[in-house]
């Protein structure tokens, strides 16, 4: 564990608040980090079904992790002892993987972050078990959908505001409710770093985006109140009035003209049902 805890001390110590520029090596590292990351995700498709123990998931996360030279992130993060996080239903995120096996007309978030070569490429999507009922269906098309609202707006000339003010705007429509507690943040030779990426935001708020900024766009979405609640595991947050959740994840790269998406699905798997 003595190589896991130096990385999470590098973490809090080289955060300095400012938001990094990045150039060709960091667009390669990320690149390649982001791959792994959505071919990981890409691999889980068929193990996501019914009645497997989500720690069996865990485990293999880490196993191919480990296969093409990366650490999981999360492992030794501030304590977190598995390597990714899956959260399902209700659970709007950081759910530890464990023996809770999943089940029919389950929605499950698993977030994944290996670590390559220096560079983190974190990544989540949504997986639907066995049959999933209409009204928790339409939840994960309409939060992918915020997610790729947000990214659209990521470009040099923007404001971070922006992204946020779109995924809100969308989520709002359908009256679902946006989380405030947890929000995307700087990626790249640090997990989580500035700026802090809201979303639920006004429009033309926030730091200018220019080419080089690495962050992640995460919004979790909730199909009642955005209300979040700790369990007492210190990790696992779900929603106040038990409602469904539901999140997908990108990091990203701002470029001259737009943004490059690092966690694109090799596989074309961008959202359910795959
Ligand atoms: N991958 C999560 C994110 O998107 C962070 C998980 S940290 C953990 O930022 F410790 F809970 F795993
Ligand atoms: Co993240
Ligand atoms: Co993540």
Redesign the pocket.
Known sequence: MTDYQTITAEDTVLRDGSIKLHGPDGFAGMRRAGQLAAQILDDLAPLVVPGVATRALDDFIRQAMLAAGAVP??LG??G?T?S??ISVNHVI??GIPGEKSLKDGDIVNI???PLLDGWHG?T?RMYLVGDVPLKARRLVEVTYECLMLGIEQARPGNRLGDIGAAIEAHARAHRYGVVHEFC??GVGRL??DAPEVIHAARPGTGPLLKPGMFF?I?PMINAGRPNAKMLSDG?TAVTRDKSLSAQF?HSIGITEDGCEIFTLSPGGLHKPPY
């Open positions: 992130a999360t993060y501030r977190y598995h990714c996080c995120c950081h977030d994944v972050t974190d989540s995307g943040h997990f989580h992640t995460e990790w994840e």
